[in-house]
């Protein structure tokens, strides 16, 4: 059993690409928790074991791994880069007590930096730098460390400064302590001479960071006394905690350069799970603190569900107060229910080392819970909840169906117990088109999903762009006489009926008034007009979308004693509104979205200018924590894949909400097109 203030809880994120889980897979190996060090080429990680993440070469869900180092247990959360799994990492820093941004030496700031680094900082997630692949040609450590202090000056803090020989990383200066260390991690003697400028400027901006971070090194450092290294180590990790210090280390995951220092600066400047920041948690509406400690009833809160159709799900935990143990019974305080705790295990990757306990600030998996998923949180006492994750809201959607027929039930099934995986996707049925929409961050994210679905549970699912639910209305009066006569031999049918057809409906979608004097349409036979005509608006009569806003008035007819019945009311009504609407100026009307587009300044008028391509109108700008907000109507139809267009606009910076606003009538152009794609579609 880990000590809780010998538990380090590291989450490593940033951009895809990046080196995350190739500086994970030399933690490992450092650790000695792997005897060789995989790499991402050849699909042989710990963290990346998913058959398509191996196909990919990228991560794709959240992995954990653990180790050993020097008395101290590791907790490694390996966690993708790609915006589409933005959930991932928002389900990871829940329970992390620090967070790695892992970068590379390009010379600029990458936007899985920036958003990373906003995302941490905003929250007060303590939080490092590496810039990784200082093994590869014109690397730009400097460049890279002043683009990201460009945006956070106050807070950037490097604590290396990287020898480069013949342009190849030979090494580093470990700026706290003054010591050189070459490429291996070897201490000499001395360091280059060449370096010494560039260690001075660090080392005196490192101080004023350390010092800033404390009264009493403040004090010290105005009366000009120089700061040990112990004390400006101290600092640093004061600020670490307060979230105002971001240091910075560099080295190369691939061939385990600098590795070793990051470790121990891990264990140096990041909080144990009971001096982080305390965990927030319900107790009906009221927000509590929770301290991870030992001491008090066991609260665990589950964060990432793996789904086996053999093996069934594996809860991923944290463990924020007391111990957990087999055979111990917790409630799920969300839903209510006991769940019996059988086997526990500690996770590396795609395998589970069993044990017996998992203590508090510690991470563990428990399988075969009845009723318990991501997010849930289990309990000795019911009093306190943990709130849902706020994952993002879904942008982008596509119409599923089952590729064969008769596997919709495995389908949809399948699409159930994944979202106990990704809890970033939704899956619902459209009921004015009657399709299924499956939902999410992305493109990428769903043909992963429908991927799993193929490997996981053997049926295959098909995306298609979803149908946009127009409608159809009139924009004037029209008359028409619906006439219905049959004599084949036998009894006859007969039914004859006038109707007036405007807009104008009550209740906006339909309204049926009898204004019949006389007798003209025998009373019994009234009902059936109005359900000839409740029937008919099921199907416009331009491209059979369903008709609203439609006031139908039945004001005169005929009928015959012996052969008028109820059906030949129906079906002339039927024919009186087939008439009639096509004489009242249909048109049809399309769903209006509003949207909310926050990006960075500089993208406003690329923005305001692809909303006038997709006939969409700016209703309105702002500023909010230093984004622009930008408020528009756009057409549904315009937007199906307005999430990748915005942030391929943005490089990945943008972001929008978007919900219905309203229907408007569609532009005569549009609607030509609408009503041609209708009748192929019928047509097949």
Known sequence: MANIKMIRNIALIGHAGEGKTTLAEAILYNMKATDRQGKVDDGNTVCDFDPEEIARKTSISLACAYGNYNGYKFNIID???????????????SVADGAIIVTSASGGMSVGTELCLEYCLTRKI?????????????IRFKDTVEAIREK??????????????????????????????????????????????DYQSTLAELTEVAAGADDALMEKFFEEQPLTSEEIEYGVKVGVKACSTVPVFGGSGAINRGVFNLMNKIIALFPSPDEAKPAVMLKGEEEQTVACTEDGGTIIRIFKTIVDPFVGRLNIFKVIRGAITSGMTLKNVGKGIDEKISSLY?????????????TAGDMGAVAKLADTATGDTLAESDALVFAPFAVPAPVYSMAVFAAKKGEEDKVFGGLNKLKDEDISFTVSKNAETNEMLLSGLGDTQLAIICKKLKSKFGCEAVLKEPKIAYRETVRKRAEAEGKHKKQSGGAGQFGDCWVRFEPGAED????????????????QFIPAVDKGLREAIKEG?????PMVNLK????????????????AFVTAAKLAYAEGVAKASPCILEPIMHLEIVVPDSYMGDIMGDMNKRRGRILGTDQRDGKSIVEAEAPQAELTKYAI???????GRGRFTSEFARYEEVPPQAQEKIIADAKAAKAE
């Open 508 to 523: 906006g979608v339909y309204q049926f008034v009898d204004e019949v004097v006389g007798g003209a349409v025998p009373k």
């Open 552 to 567: 139908c008035t039945l004001f005169d007819g005929k009928y015959h004693p012996v052969d008028s019945k109820e059906i």
């Open 541 to 545: 009569v331009l491209a059979g979308y």
């Open 79 to 93: 966690v993708p880069g790609f915006f589409d799994f933005e959930g991932e990492m928002i389900e990871a820093l």
């Open 126 to 138: 303590p939080t490092m730098i590496f810039i990784s692949g200082l093994d590869k040609e014109n």
């Open 346 to 358: 500690f996770v590396k990757g795609k395998k589970q080392d069993t044990t017996t306990t998992v």
């Open 645 to 651: 267009d915005l942030r391929s606009m943005t490089q």
């Open 152 to 197: 956070y000056p106050q807070a950037i803090a490097p604590m290396i400064v990287p020898y480069l020989k013949n342009d190849r990383f030979s090494g580093w200066v470990d700026v706290s302590t003054g010591k050189f260390f070459d490429d291996k991690g070897v201490e000499q003697p001395s360091m280059p001479a060449e370096l010494e400028g």
